[in-house]
């Protein structure tokens, strides 16, 4: 994603009520987050939200989850947080941090499911380890998430998307399924695009999706 300086951002985000940015604050939720929501529904992540269409609209469809948006940059997340505001639910919230540092902030089995939608590719003989797929980010997943809980990946790169399937079985996962072509496959259904997949799908590129959980749970 392009890292354009919006003007304002940082205030935009300091002053949201939907944006926890604060490290401190965010750590100190560990183990709690039901408690921002008041309630005991299950919580979703999407990490790497970019401008957030497509949390906000799981948000919408689902009142029974609540959703957390995790987003590295304020020059994305300002455009999520002009969605949230239009938006009269109380499920969905975003925390502006590096999702290196999942496991300071979430609890084990804290977690219902995540997305990962469009994940950057990274060069890999360089810096697997930031890939969002790569062993390391399995393991971090793999201590915030309920036993039963899911992983669900989408991107538009073949090669990310072969070296994601190859982590997934090195990390020790199991996949449910897998396909090359999201949208005319029988898990097309219910499929809520992101900003990234339809500006590929609009220019006739296939989606790739899996979706996994561990095995060793
Ligand atoms: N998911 C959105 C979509 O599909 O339209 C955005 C995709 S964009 C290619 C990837 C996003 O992931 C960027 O906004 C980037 O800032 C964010 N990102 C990448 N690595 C991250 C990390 N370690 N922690 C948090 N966000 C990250």
Same mark, same amino acid.
């Given at each position: ?19 926890? /940015?604060?490290?401190?604050? /965010? &750590? @100190?939720?560990?183990?709690? *987050? ?7 529904? =299950?919580? *979703? ?57 999942l ?8 977690i @219902?499911?995540i ?6 590719? *990274? =060069?890999?003989? $360089? ?10 980010y399995w393991n971090r997943y793999d201590q915030i998430l &309920?036993?039963?809980g899911?992983v ?14 190859? /982590?997934?079985?090195?990390a020790?996962w199991?996949?449910? %399924?897998?396909? $090359? ?5 029988? %898990? @097309? ?8 997949? &339809? ?12 979706? @996994?959980?561990r095995?060793?749970?």
């Amino acid at each position: 994603m392009r890292l354009r300086n919006v003007s304002g951002a940082r205030e935009i985000m300091e002053e949201s009520p939907f944006v926890l /940015q604060d490290e401190a604050d /965010q &750590q @100190a939720r560990k183990g709690h *987050w039901k408690d921002l929501f008041g309630n005991d529904n =299950p919580i *979703w992540i999407e990490v790497g939200m970019g401008k957030g269409r497509f949390l906000m609209e799981h948000a919408r469809l689902h009142p029974e989850r609540n959703y957390l948006g995790i987003e590295k940059y304020s020059s994305v997340l300002v455009r999520a947080v002009e969605k949230r505001r239009e938006y009269e639910g109380d499920n969905v919230y975003f925390l502006r941090m590096d999702a290196e540092d999942l496991t300071s902030i979430f609890d084990k089995d804290e977690i @219902a499911g995540i997305y990962l939608n469009f994940s950057d590719p *990274w =060069p890999k003989d $360089r810096h697997a380890k930031r890939i969002l797929t790569s062993v390391n980010y399995w393991n971090r997943y793999d201590q915030i998430l &309920q036993p039963d809980g899911r992983v669900i990946f989408k991107t538009d790169n073949t090669g990310l998307f072969d070296f994601s399937l190859e /982590q997934v079985e090195a990390a020790g996962w199991e996949l449910d %399924y897998f396909t $090359r072509d999201l949208h005319h496959s029988e %898990y @097309a259904e219910g499929n809520v695009m992101t900003e990234y997949e &339809q500006r590929f799908t609009n220019v006739g590129k296939k989606i790739c999706s899996l979706c @996994a959980h561990r095995t060793h749970r």
